[in-house]
């Protein structure tokens, strides 16, 4: 399709695993967000990529929090360790380049049990 | 630092009635903001923004939104509600210099009822 996809829709894992989150943007979108939406609540900005390069990770909440796009298309969203406050949707947004509106994906659901 | 606070956090309607989303934000410097809808399990729709020039904007499905400067408003309007308009509603904001990550308030769920 041509919108953000993102995978798994659901995830469920158990405390202190591991985890990895996809996310494949728009084709030729340059910028790329990472997001998390606690249960009631309204998306919490965690980190930037424009291309490649991760501009800013400043809403990454701790270092079990890693992100990465090597290649400046597909983003990778990794925890590590999990923990139950880590329960959220983590959603990805692409913009054609910097200043363009963003474009959601439909998020995935992880719960840590 | 920014922030976007939505003073309802439920809002309950009858169809075919007006309905009002309110939106106030703060910041030191000049903000676009943005109105989205998040149906059950999917991602964030943009409904509408406000990046300058005319205060009222209009966006999809019939909503519309004006921007007040001096009540650092930004309420959402629909003269008649569906059904289908059961959702909820997320108020944004961003720099308008700069990568545009955006800062939302906590969401209003709109429930449109017979």
């Known amino acids: 399709g041509a919108g953000v996809s993102q995978s798994p829709r659901y995830k469920v894992a158990k405390r202190g695993q591991d985890v990895a989150l996809r996310c494949d943007p728009i084709s030729g979108h340059v910028s790329l967000f990472w997001y998390q939406q606690a249960l009631g609540q309204g998306p919490e900005f965690l980190t930037y990529f424009q291309n490649e390069a991760q501009l800013d990770k400043s809403g990454l909440p701790s270092d079990r929090f890693f992100a990465e796009r090597p290649e400046g298309s597909v983003s990778t969203l990794k925890i590590q360790r999990t923990q139950q406050e880590d329960s959220a949707v983590y959603l990805c947004?692409?913009?054609?380049?910097?200043?363009?509106?963003?474009?959601f994906g439909d998020g995935t659901r992880l719960s840590i049990l | 630092a920014q922030s976007v606070t939505q003073l309802d956090s439920q809002v309950p309607v009858f169809e075919e009635a007006p309905v009002e989303l309110r939106c106030n934000y703060s910041?030191?410097?000049?903000?676009?903001l943005f109105w989205y809808v998040q149906y059950p399990n999917q991602g964030l729709q943009l409904l509408l923004k406000?990046?300058?020039?005319?205060?009222l904007v209009k966006g999809i499905n019939g909503f519309e939104a004006e921007f007040n400067k001096s009540q650092t408003s930004f309420h959402l309007r629909k003269p008649s509600v569906h059904i289908s308009d059961t959702a909820e509603y997320f108020c944004a904001a961003r720099l308008s210099g700069g990568y545009n990550k955006l800062i939302f308030g906590a969401g209003t769920r709109l429930a449109v009822h017979p």
């Open positions: 947004a692409s913009s054609l380049e910097e200043g363009q509106p963003q474009h």
């Open positions: 406000y990046l300058s020039g005319s205060t």
């Open positions: 910041s030191s410097v000049s903000v676009y």
